[in-house]
């Protein structure tokens, strides 16, 4: 199983990425997908997951990003999304995607794949 991570960059306070996700090696479909997020000297942070087609494709946000970030899914490319807008210094954080079977779960010890990292930089 391979989760590569992109789309990660520098940008201003109140500018937009997006970040994807691209799996490869597991039935996508019937996988939940995660990001999380680690700053510097922290540890690592639920920001928002979708669960598998199968099982309704709920999403769940931090409270920290409701209403900046959108996770979706495109099972036909194995691809999950994070849209992210008015981002924040705060925000600034390695943007890991995570994989698990059908639900998602907001503790990063049950997610079983884990992708490489993505560097999102927010100025002020």
């Known amino acids: 199983v391979q989760l590569q991570a992109s789309g990660g960059g520098l940008v201003q306070a109140g500018g937009s990425l997006r970040l994807s996700c691209a799996a490869s090696g597991l039935t996508f479909g019937t996988y939940a997908m995660g990001w999380f997020r680690q700053a510097p000297g922290k540890g690592r942070e639920f920001v928002a997951g979708i669960s598998s087609s199968g099982s309704g494709s709920y999403i769940f946000y931090a409270e920290s990003v409701k209403g900046r970030l959108t996770i979706s899914r495109d099972n036909a490319k194995n691809t999950v999304y994070l849209q992210m807008n008015s981002l924040k210094p705060e925000d600034t954080a390695v943007y890991y995607c995570?994989?698990?079977?059908?639900?998602?779960?907001?503790?990063?010890?049950?997610?079983?794949?884990w992708g490489q990292g993505t560097q999102v930089t927010v100025s002020s």
């Open positions: 995570a994989a698990r079977k059908w639900q998602y779960r907001t503790n990063a010890d049950n997610y079983d794949y």
